[in-house]
T-cell receptor, first 114, second 116 residues
Framework: DTGVSQDPRHKITKRGQNVTFRCDPI?????LYWYRQTLGQGPEFLTY????????KSRLLSDRFSAERPKGSFSTLEIQRTEQGDSAMYLC????????????FGPGTRLTVL | AQKVTQAQTEISVVEKEDVTLDCVYE???????LFWYKQPPSGELVFLIR??????QNEISGRYSWNFQKSTSSFNFTITASQVVDSAVYFC?????????????FGQGTTLQVKP
């Protein structure tokens, strides 16, 4: 069974550009989470999906951020009009179906905004 | 509010030494889950252990052991006979039972450096 995969692994962009990241969860995992990790800090929750439904969004997720999981499989995270403060590692995790199930993480997408 | 504190920012040991990573948590939930993850230089978070609040039994897995004490709200992690490959950032995390989200609240992490 393959793990969680994320694409791209690295993204460098100029301020003001839009970027989109993709996450492919472990197959048969219904829950999918996005976290953001800045240097020297632990990951912080951004949002999560139960199948295709986005059920919670953190206050960290400004209007410039949008996430989708159209068919309940892969998910995308888009950041519009990027700012230097968006530079971080964006981590995706998936779990089976319960809130108590263990989350397994992907390798992350490191975003650098110049 | 839920919070996880890892007071040790960095620890450096020599190979074969034992090392304990501290984790203290705060929550009002009676049912909750505690986790430890390892983040090697490659960046991917690797799951190590999950514990629920009703199970205070300590656990040992090879060179790894975990001590869960509800009385002190601590969930400490010990590596016995450390190896260079143990060098990584270790995160303790909490998930509350009252929330259906399952979102993890992470500590700031402890960077462990094991020198040969």
């Amino acid at each position: 069974d393959t793990g969680v995969s994320q694409d791209p692994r690295h993204k460098i962009t100029k301020r003001g550009q839009n970027v989109t990241f993709r996450c492919d969860p472990i197959s048969e995992h219904n829950r999918l989470y996005w976290y953001r990790q800045t240097l020297g800090q632990g990951p912080e929750f951004l949002t999560y999906f139960q199948n295709e439904a986005q059920l919670e969004k953190s206050r960290l997720l400004s209007d410039r951020f949008s996430a989708e999981r159209p068919k309940g499989s892969f998910s995308t995270l888009e950041i519009q009009r990027t700012e230097q403060g968006d530079s971080a590692m964006y981590l995706c995790a998936s779990s089976l179906s319960l809130s108590t199930d263990t989350q397994y993480f992907g390798p992350g997408t490191r975003l650098t905004v110049l | 509010a839920q919070k996880v504190t890892q007071a040790q920012t960095e620890i450096s040991v020599v190979e074969k030494e034992d090392v304990t990573l501290d984790c203290v948590y705060e929550t009002r939930d009676t049912t909750y889950y505690l986790f430890w993850y390892k983040q090697p230089p490659s960046g991917e978070l690797v799951f190590l252990i999950r514990r629920n609040s009703f199970d205070e039994q300590n656990e040992i897995s090879g060179r790894y052991s975990w001590n869960f004490q509800k009385s002190t709200s601590s969930f400490n992690f010990t590596i016995t006979a450390s190896q260079v490959v143990d060098s990584a950032v270790y995160f303790c995390a909490l998930s509350g039972g009252s929330s259906n989200t399952g979102k993890l609240i992470f500590g700031q992490g402890t960077t462990l450096q094991v020198k040969p």
